[in-house]
């Protein structure tokens, strides 16, 4: 497939000697250091991550000033509910 880039001078020139030094055809060099960059790239992007997709619950009106639940707010809910279920009393 042919493509056309525009790449730095500095770059192609680099790729270039890589491709004298190697004596390999520039077209070779470039798919090589492609192969190279998108295999040392993938392992991050095959992770598997299962998305959870929680229900959007809507409320006839706003919470009250100090009843929001924040984040700071649930981990003391279930700060609370923990320390519920080992039967200690704050």
Known sequence: MKTTLDLPDELMRTVRI??????????????????????????EKRMVRNRVQFPLVECAHPAKPGDELTPERVADILADGEVADLGIVR
């Open 18 to 43: 890589r491709a004298a030094e190697e004596n390999l055809k520039l077209k070779e060099v470039v798919a090589n250091l492609l192969r190279l960059g998108l295999t040392a790239a993938s392992p």
